[in-house]
Nanobody, 125 residues
Framework: VQLQASGGGLVQSGGSLRLSCEAY????????LGWFRQAPGKEREFVVA????????VYSDSVKGRFTVSRDNAKNTVYLQMNNLKPEDTAVYYC???????????????????WGQGTLVTVSS
């Protein structure tokens, strides 16, 4: 499977963006998906995870209440709606998938074996 992340850009503090992660080559419905981000000079960190059907989600404390993940398996796409953005949300955002036959949301990077190329989100103060 190949993943294409998009939707990043420059936004002012308090603004919103919606990221998309589209899968090619395989049906997204067989994969759990996670969003991770890497800020300049920092290690990549977990943001949110969603299970195959979307029935289970896990958010990092730093984005809980501001970000919402959803998926449209018919469109082979997962979305990350980001509201009330803060300068500390500035990062390259990556989506990743892992095949699974269970309804689970994985939170660790090592649990994912296919990654997209990333999309840059910049939040100005």
């Amino acid at each position: 499977v190949q993943l294409q992340a998009s939707g990043g850009g420059l936004v002012q503090s308090g603004g919103s963006l919606r990221l998309s992660c589209e899968a090619y080559g395989r049906p997204l419905s067989i994969y759990a998906l996670g969003w991770f981000r890497q800020a300049p000079g920092k290690e990549r960190e977990f943001v949110v995870a969603i299970s195959r059907s979307g029935g289970s989600t896990v958010y990092s404390d730093s984005v809980k209440g501001r970000f919402t993940v959803s998926r449209d398996n018919a469109k082979n796409t997962v979305y990350l709606q980001m509201n009330n953005l803060k300068p500390e949300d500035t990062a390259v955002y990556y989506c990743a998938v892992q095949y699974t036959d269970r309804e689970v949301a994985y939170t660790l990077q090592r649990q994912y074996n296919s990654w997209g190329q990333g999309t840059l989100v910049t939040v100005s103060s």
